[in-house]
């Protein structure tokens, strides 16, 4: 069973930078695609942005494109999110999630097998 426990999410002024990162653990790291989505107060889940298992191919919201980073470290079972100039309308729960490679060109979208329990990001104004 593949657990995963975001961590890096907080209070953060809009125009500032966060980290999020997502740890992986129970199955083999690399054979996974794995996502960041988030849920923003009465609205529907998200997807944000997905790196393929090799982490030469990532994928990307365009409400994100050009301000977040995703990356993974294979070798710590880790993947991150990078959060550059953060607006307030980027407030939410963020989740990680992980998808079993296989799906081709389908790799990035929903469903994913396994979620995490997601991190708060607030951005004030």
């Known amino acids: 069973q593949v657990q995963l426990v975001e961590s890096g999410g907080g209070l953060v002024q809009a125009g500032g930078s966060a980290r999020l990162s997502c740890a992986f653990s129970?199955?083999?790291?690399?054979?996974?695609?794995m996502g960041w989505f988030r849920q923003a107060p009465g609205k529907e889940r998200e997807f944000v942005a997905a790196?393929?298992?090799?982490?030469?191919?990532?994928y990307y919201a365009d409400s994100v494109k050009g301000r977040f980073t995703i990356s993974r470290d294979n070798a710590k079972n880790t993947v991150y999110l990078q959060m550059n100039s953060l607006k307030p309308e980027d407030t939410a729960v963020y989740y990680c999630?992980?998808?079993?490679?296989?799906?081709?060109?389908?790799?990035?979208?929903?469903?994913?097998?396994?979620w995490g329990q997601g991190t708060q990001v607030t951005v004030s104004s």
């Open positions: 790196i393929r298992w090799s982490g030469l191919i990532t």
């Open positions: 129970g199955r083999t790291f690399g054979d996974y695609a």
């Open positions: 999630a992980a998808k079993r490679r296989g799906y081709g060109s389908t790799w990035y979208i929903p469903p994913f097998d396994y």
